[in-house]
């Protein structure tokens, strides 16, 4: 079975950095795109990034310069690493796996962990 565990969560300065990991088990890397998502107390899942099987990122506009999107294929890591955070970051991010293509659409990706809360304060 497919399983995506995120894990690197936490609370954070505004302006600090947080590196956010997904570990796959079950899944090919290298045969599917990979995406973060993330979802604010009473606001609709938001796309971040997403990964190509090839490698090649993706990274929504309203984050663009201070997240990326990375992966390690041999050990099936998915990664975000997210810079000058700031307080509306503040959210549960989710990793999502299994899309042809690095969508930026949630409906894309069939698999999904559980989350891990991020807190950003000033």
């Known amino acids: 079975a497919v399983e995506l565990v995120e894990s690197g969560g936490g609370s954070a300065q505004a302006g600090g950095s947080l590196i956010l990991s997904c570990a796959a088990s079950?899944?090919?890397?290298?045969?599917?795109?990979l995406g973060w998502f993330r979802q604010a107390p009473g606001k609709e899942r938001e796309a971040l990034a997403a990964i190509s099987k090839y490698g090649i990122p993706t990274v929504a506009a309203y984050v663009a310069g201070r997240f990326s999107i990375f992966k390690d294929n041999a050990k099936k890591i998915l990664f975000l690493q997210m810079d000058n955070l700031k307080d509306e970051d503040t959210a549960i991010y989710f990793c999502?796996?299994?899309?042809?293509?690095?969508?930026?659409?949630?409906?894309?990706?069939?698999?999904w962990g559980r989350g891990t809360q991020v807190t950003v304060s000033s």
């Open positions: 079950g899944y090919d890397v290298n045969g599917y795109a």
């Open positions: 999502a796996g299994g899309a042809d293509v690095a969508a930026m659409a949630s409906r894309r990706y069939p698999y």
